[in-house]
């Protein structure tokens, strides 16, 4: 993908309208930025991403969504593990998480780019949306 082309995608006037954006590939997305007239402020409030990962259903077979302060696995489980570090400050920008081995092994936020070891959720009741995940903290060329 070239970093300098931008793909846009827009709703119209319509209040239950719905968009969706399909690349030509698969691409790993770091960011979504949401653009709407100042006389308009309604049309984002509450505003949810859904990120589909499976072209039946127009996208809709993956339930995962982007939410601040919610935390996922990949599998699309949702996490409720408290172990965070307390004194940690967030990072705005690092959606994903990881245990912080310098201290006392809790969690924190961390750059999703970094090379990391996978943490591994087992025994998951959905047999159809088991993840398998593969470790490596060296970088793939």
């Not at 996922?72 to 998480?97: A, K, L, N, Q």
């Not at 949306?129 to 593969?134: H, P």
Request: charged letters at 20%; a negative charge.
């Amino acid at each position: 993908m070239n970093p300098y082309i931008t793909y846009c995608t827009h709703t119209d006037q319509t209040e239950e309208t719905w968009w969706r954006l399909i690349l030509p590939a698969m691409y790993r997305i770091t960011s979504v930025s949401i653009t709407n007239r100042i006389n308009e402020p309604q049309r984002i409030n509450n505003a949810k991403i859904l990120i589909g990962n499976n072209p039946m259903n127009n996208g809709n077979n993956n339930p995962m969504y982007l939410m601040d302060g919610t935390w996922f696995w990949m599998s699309g489980s949702s996490v409720d593990y408290s172990s965070w570090e307390t004194d940690h400050i967030w990072r705005v920008t690092s959606p994903c998480g990881g245990i912080d081995t310098s201290g006392h092994f809790h969690w924190n936020d961390l750059p999703c780019g970094d090379h990391l070891h996978f943490i591994c959720l087992t025994d998951i009741p959905d047999v159809d949306r088991r993840v398998k995940f593969f470790s490596s903290t060296r970088k793939t060329t």
